[in-house]
């Protein structure tokens, strides 16, 4: 059913630091911000503890349909490490309109975009994304067999922080494309292959590419990457077992 009240379009929240949310958040500074709504880095007043608060433009929210659906998804994947932690739901005023605020844990860590985007040659180093690569298949693993589906898997939705030889990685940002399905799960994994292309430098290195790498991407046919791994854990289980056969490796 269409809701009778006109929603009111905001493109952006644009919230200056030390700006109070509900009452209880302070506004530290912006995160991000994409289709849905700005993500600010806040500080819960009462303890001083950092979270994330994601605002949600109200026309991309219907009825808080966005955010319900998002607040559910994560909290029924708690168990699942990669996955954001949800906290719990605020409402404020935005310019007299009523705006609904996720809280969830505040993710130290940079954007696979920012990654690429500061690396040279705009591509990151092999060991690196095969190290983030893996930590996303096992990942989704485990999102698929909690029977979930993350949806919108690509290099603006996963954080990564550097630690030691180790990338700890958590996503972000599921996606409402209707009820679980095998086929939403392999458009993950599809949508994780992808990542890895992007993260090596996309179509511009492709080719210069190793065999082994070439024979988890390729070409980006869809048809054939699924039916070398038709579930995340068929890559994953690929990625533990592979034999490199270049020079060098
Ligand atoms: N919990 C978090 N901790 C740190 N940064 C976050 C968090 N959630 C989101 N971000 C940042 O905010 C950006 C936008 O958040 P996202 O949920 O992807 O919004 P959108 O749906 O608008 O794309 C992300 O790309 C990421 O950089
Ligand atoms: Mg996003």
Redo the contacts with the bound molecule.
Sequence with gaps: MQSTTKTPRIRSFSLARGRVIGGKYVVESL?????????Y?VTERRTGASR?A?LFFPQRNNDDKAVTFYARKLESLRACPIV?KYHHSESFRFRGAPVTVLI??????R?IDDLIDSSPGKRLPEYEALAIFYNLAVGLEQIHAEREYHGDLHS??V?VKRRGVHFDV?L??LFDLGKPSRAHAQYDVVALVRLLYDMLGGQRWYAAQRDEIKKIICGLRQSLILSRYPTARRLREHLDQFEWRSSGA
Excluded at 31 to 39: C, K, M, T
Excluded at 104 to 109: P, Q
């Design positions: 995160l991000g911000g994409g289709w849905e709504g700005e993500v880095r994330a994601k954001l969830s844990e505040f993710v130290e860590g954007i603006g939705n954080l958590k972000v940002d």
